[in-house]
């Protein structure tokens, strides 16, 4: 089947909203709340929400650790509106700031756009005329009728998907930014037109425009998943194994999808007793493996193999099972230690969306998330287990997820702003707590500060993904060679520093960043 790919990306950002058509010259005059006048007089006027509800809405993200409110929310309609909000900004005598919104879950206000205005990507089209005083709520939930897994299903005779989604799954595959062919401002681009846009906005944070579509090479969905997690006593056989996993030689009979998770012991034996996934029979199975061996971590690959149950199809069933067991052989997990399940596709898809209304119905979801994602490098993945979580989170048993899987670089192109380690595999290392309390909060906070302070001490070369840092110098370090290029894209396509305040990347002119690049 065909590798899926991005082959079309709409971009908006300042450079195409102040060369492209007549500039708005707005007046000086400012309406209440401190954006100018003439904002309002605009055709968008009428999907500007600048009512309490939806400001307060917009004035925090999923980590709920930052707080900015906007002066309004756009709902827009069209590509057109959002394009229409920009340049009236980077028109202004005052420029205010913008930031896009999309399912809402970043953290650390890089969403936020304070004085500004947030651009509400949620209920894209769903606000054609709603007056400010009648805007409308967004989804309660980022799951329901827009999932991904119903989306992909429909407008064809025969249900596709594409190979790569924003997971794992992708392990060999490009990632969804990587794997785009084309972006634009009020044109699309490719990687062989307007290249430089193009590969700016693909991890870029927001900084260089603003992505209102794309368009996708999808392949015939398969109708179910074997799913399996194999538990693992030894880090270093855990990541040896998910290594194979992502490597050429197991291309073409592997999973179609890879992940690793680390579980604490006192998680196991304190937390909850069965998951989605879980039975209370697995619960107690790994929590007796982890008191066999005495060990304050368990390791777990998630596997999935995609098959089809046609009628007509029985030899593929059949050679599908096969498959997974002679995989299953070239693995060194714990003997015993296969759990699986077989589900649909779409329940698979569905899966995380599934865990998201546990949570909510057990009131554990709109809580602080002080999350860190790391990109460890393969050579280092070992000495952060053993500094991580075999001494700072030895005795802890947070709420919350860990994964910790393998990537190949080559599936990242370099002329991406993404910044990554050096090695040929790294590694991400997500730490997706939940804090349940204040206590919770500072804790974790303080837990987060302790691991970037040993990984530095330590000299890991590590990338933080979706960064947050407080200084220009931070950011430096974090881009290293790129910087200077960042600095470059800055300036041609958002010069006024307008979109995605929240980042505190250009919180100075332009410049001054750039006197700190050469410096």
């Not at 999923?62 to 900004?89: K, N, Q, Y």
């Not at 939930?141 to 992708?170: E, F, L, M, Q, Y």
């Not at 960042?486 to 960043?513: C, H, T, V």
Request: proline share 6%; net charge positive.
């Amino acid at each position: 089947m065909a590798r899926t790919r991005f082959v079309g990306l709409f971009v908006l950002t300042v450079f195409l909203c102040v060369v492209a058509g007549e500039l708005l010259r707005p007046s000086m005059a400012a309406a209440a709340g401190g954006l100018p006048r003439d904002l309002f007089s605009l055709g968008i006027a009428s999907r500007i929400c600048t009512d309490r509800n939806s400001t307060a809405r917009a004035s925090t993200d999923f980590g709920h650790m930052f707080e900015a409110t906007p002066e309004a929310v756009l709902l827009p309609a069209t590509p057109a509106d959002i394009a229409d909000l920009i340049r009236f900004s980077a028109s202004s005598p005052a420029p205010f700031p913008v930031a896009a919104l999309g399912k809402g879950h970043s953290g650390r206000g890089q969403t936020l756009a304070p004085g500004g205005v947030v651009v509400d990507m949620r209920r894209w089209g769903a606000a054609a005329a709603h007056p400010a005083s009648t805007c409308p709520p967004p989804a309660a939930s980022s799951c329901g009728p827009t999932s991904s897994a119903r989306r992909w299903s429909t407008g064809s005779r025969r249900a596709c998907a594409p190979t790569t989604c924003t997971s794992p799954s992708a392990a060999r595959s490009p990632t969804p930014a990587s794997a785009a062919r084309r972006t634009g401002e009020m044109v699309t681009c490719s990687r062989a037109k307007n290249s430089e846009l193009f590969f700016a906005v693909l991890g870029g944070l927001g900084q260089f425009g603003v992505i209102t579509r794309a368009r996708i090479w999808l392949e015939p969905a398969p109708k179910r998943v074997r799913w399996v997690r194999l538990a693992y006593s030894s880090v270093a056989t855990f990541t040896k194994d998910q290594e194979l996993l992502i490597s050429d030689r197991a291309s073409e009979s592997g999973f179609n999808y890879v992940e690793g998770q680390v579980l604490f012991k006192r998680t196991l034996f304190e937390g909850p007793k069965s998951t989605q996934f879980f039975s209370s029979a697995d619960v107690t199975k790994l929590a007796g493996l982890a008191s066999q061996y005495g060990l304050s971590t368990v390791y777990l690959i998630e596997g999935a193999m995609y098959y089809n149950d046609d009628a007509t199809t029985l030899v593929d069933q059949l050679n599908s099972l096969q498959k997974m067991e002679a995989l299953l052989r070239q693995l060194s997990f714990e003997p015993g230690f296969v759990l699986a399940k077989d589900v649909t596709y779409v329940q698979f898809l569905d899966r995380v969306c599934e865990e998201e209304r546990v949570l909510r119905s057990a009131g554990v979801w709109d809580v602080p998330h002080p999350w860190l994602n790391l990109f460890i490098p393969r050579s280092r993945i070992l000495d952060f287990d053993a500094g991580v979580f075999k001494c700072i989170f030895r005795d802890a048993n947070p709420a919350g997820r860990i994964l910790m899987y393998p990537m190949n670089k080559d599936r990242w192109d370099d002329r991406m702003t993404t910044a990554t380690p050096n090695d040929d595999v790294f590694y991400n290392v997500a730490l997706l707590w939940s804090a349940l309390s204040a206590n919770d909060v500072e804790q974790l906070h303080r837990d987060n500060k302790a691991v970037i302070a040993f990984c530095e001490k330590a000299g890991i070369g590590y990338k933080q993904y979706l960064p947050h840092h407080t200084s220009q110098d931070g950011w430096l370090q974090h881009f290293g060679a790129k910087w200077s290029k960042i600095i470059e894209l800055k300036a041609k396509y958002d010069p006024q520093a307008i979109l995605s305040p929240g980042q505190r990347m250009f919180s100075s002119s332009l410049a001054n960043a750039a006197t700190i690049a050469v410096a």
